[in-house]
């Protein structure tokens, strides 16, 4: 008697696994950058049938259907794709379309972009159970995390015997008009995680104007921008801002290009190695933990 | 005419990035009139009908025959080709109250997200409303309205309110910022039931109420002491103009955000077919008027599928051309 009852537990169980296997979404639409990132990190990318416009990296991303931007989505579009779930941050819209969708018969699950380890760590394992990979997700979160760990170790220590540069990020060079990163953005975070401080005041992204960028005489300017390639793209950059070509950063030849898709979307897969790399630029006489920034 | 609107609506209903088979989407259309029809596949075709594709050609309707139908009631009030529904300001303070609700909202730490897209939509259609109100107001003189001040304000109050657009959007973070933007192009994307009934409504109103006026603004066209003359109360005329644009335009950028050009292509479209006569033009230019945004939200859902376009640059993409085209034409 209890051996067939606990048969018939096992049996149950095996079955539920299964079930729940079967279940498992298999045609996913990501909207938002450092989520469809986290699932090609978490060997989910054959598994997406449609990306937004803000899921550049990487590449081969760009091949997918687009449906468009994130708080802009098209009910029939994402339906077309026929997902079987749609993924994506709270900045995901306008709300009629994701009622509509979810009214489809189509899963949605909404996860944070707030950019804090906790969200991210809840975020990765839900991934991770949703492409049938819990333990990848378990193993990569544990070593994201670890790599952290040792950059805000490697941060502290240098501080104690330099003092931080002051750091500007710059997005859109174009002309004189450049935007400045200010408070609460990723740019500054990854600017103060990686050791540097950031002098500018207003929050978010904000047109600088050029005596503001020479009252803060910044040590350090990293350029938002992948076009920004080479020494002649820089020489060029400079020729046209005489104004940049006052400040320390570009006396002492310290102007860095970062890629920009890392600033979209919340804490993606590749931030510390973007950290490792900003900080061996900002403190250059230091034993860096990797060192492969194009400087 | 008629026969456009009908074809243009039914293409609006059976074409979409997902493909219906034609006898589906027939068969999900007499799902949703209430016969009882069963088959595999048609409960998807009856939603994307019925709570998709239903909803936004509706929305598309509404909004095709209010702009075209006050773009006519401008253009004879103001005496003026190139009068359009922008000019008593009524766009403007709609662009003005839409970015005080998403920049402001998104300071205040972000409204509760069920009420978000109808305080939008209020804060629109109010702030066409005010500005439209305002110009009035100015162009008010001992009991007179006069039309070429009120054109001025027009102008000078939506300079104003653009200035007032670009502080939000100085103020805005990057994510409203896009948000703003893309109300700023409209789109008849995310259309349901509780949004489309005021549209409608005022939809109704505007086009059983401004073809009664028809006679009243063809005497207009000869001028104003001319109409007083024929024994129309002139001043009264004015008011109902301004009040249906203001009504009718603030509802459709409300609910679909700003879409330029039809209010001043298609009444011009018309007269060149029909003859400026207003007993013709009306009804002509709400037929006409509907089946062009129809056709021109189809085109913006179809070319990116499964993104899709922002309205307001299909319908200046065809209107601005054509505007041009106009032009030459009347110079040659």
């Known amino acids: 008697m209890r051996l067939s009852k606990y048969l018939l537990l096992c049996g149950s169980l095996l079955f539920s696994h299964a079930a729940a296997a079967a279940d498992l979404p298999q045609r996913w639409v990501s909207s938002g950058g450092s989520l469809s990132e986290w699932v090609v990190r978490l060997g989910g990318e054959g598994k997406l049938v449609g990306v937004d416009t803000t899921s550049l990296h990487p590449q081969t991303l760009r091949q997918l259907p687009s449906i468009g931007y994130q708080r802009a989505l098209s009910a029939e579009g994402v339906l077309s794709l026929r997902p079987d779930i749609l993924i994506g941050s709270e900045e995901m819209g306008p709300p009629p379309v994701i009622a509509q969708i979810k009214a489809a018969g189509i899963r949605i699950e909404t996860l944070s972009a707030k950019p804090d380890l906790e969200t991210l760590e809840r975020n990765v394992l839900r991934l991770g159970e949703l492409l049938g990979a819990p333990e990848r997700a378990r193993e990569e979160m544990a070593a994201y995390r670890q790599r952290l760990q040792r950059q805000a170790d490697w941060v502290a220590r240098v501080r104690e015997k330099q003092q931080a540069p002051r750091v500007l990020m710059l997005l859109g060079h174009a002309g004189s008009n450049v935007m400045a990163a200010g408070k609460d953005s990723l740019a500054v975070w990854l600017i103060e995680h990686a050791g540097g401080e950031s002098r500018t005041e207003h929050s978010g992204y904000k047109p600088i104007s050029n005596e503001a960028l020479l009252a803060m005489d910044p040590q350090v300017v990293i350029f938002a921008d992948r076009s920004l390639h080479g020494e002649e793209a820089r020489k060029a950059l400079l020729q046209q801002n005489p104004v940049l070509q006052q400040t320390s950063a570009a006396r002492d030849g310290r102007l860095l290009t970062l890629d920009p898709t890392l600033l979209v979307g919340g804490l993606g897969p590749r931030l510390p190695e973007g950290l490792a790399e900003l900080s061996a630029a900002f403190y250059p006489s230091e034993q860096a933990l990797t060192a492969k920034l194009d400087r | ?332």
């Open chain 2, 1 to 332: 005419m008629g026969v456009l609107l009908l074809l243009a609506f039914w293409l609006s209903l059976a074409l979409g990035p997902v493909s219906l088979p034609l006898g589906d989407t027939l068969l999900a259309a007499l799902r949703l009139m209430g016969l009882p029809i069963d088959g595999e596949g048609l409960q998807q075709a009856e939603l994307i009908l019925g709570q998709i594709r239903l909803p936004r050609s509706l929305l598309g309707l509404c909004v095709g025959i209010v702009l075209a139908l006050s773009g006519v009631a401008m253009q004879g009030l103001f005496r003026n080709p190139l009068a359009d529904p922008g000019l008593v300001g009524v766009a403007g303070g709609a662009a003005l109250g839409a970015a005080i609700a998403i920049v402001g909202g998104s300071m205040i730490g972000g409204l509760p997200p069920a009420l978000a897209p109808y305080l939008l939509s209020i804060c629109a259609f109010s702030g066409g409303l005010i500005v439209t109100a305002v110009v009035y107001r100015f162009g008010r003189r001992d009991g007179q309205t006069n039309v070429a001040t009120m054109l001025l304000a027009g102008v000078a109050l939506t300079a104003m309110s653009g200035a007032g657009v670009g502080l939000f959007t100085y103020l805005a973070d990057d994510a409203t910022l896009r948000s703003l933007t893309f109300w700023n192009l409209g789109s008849l994307n995310g259309a349901s039931y509780p949004r489309l009934w005021p549209l409608l409504l005022v939809t109704l109103g505007v086009a059983i109420w401004l073809p009664r006026r028809a006679s009243a603004l063809n005497a207009l066209l000869l001028g104003e002491s001319e109409a007083r003359h024929l024994g129309f109360n002139v001043e009264r005329i004015k008011l109902e103009l301004v009040l249906c644009t203001a009504l009718g335009v603030g509802a459709a950028v409300a609910a679909a955000g700003l879409i330029g050009f039809i209010g001043l292509v298609v009444p011009h479209l018309m007269r060149l077919l029909v003859g400026p006569d207003h007993r013709v033009l009306l009804p002509a230019s709400l037929l006409a008027g509907a089946s062009l945004l129809l056709l021109a939200d189809l085109v913006a859902r179809l070319v990116l599928a499964p993104a899709e376009l922002p309205i307001g640059i299909v319908t200046a993409l065809i209107g601005a051309p054509f505007f041009l085209y106009l032009l030459v034409r009347g110079r040659a």
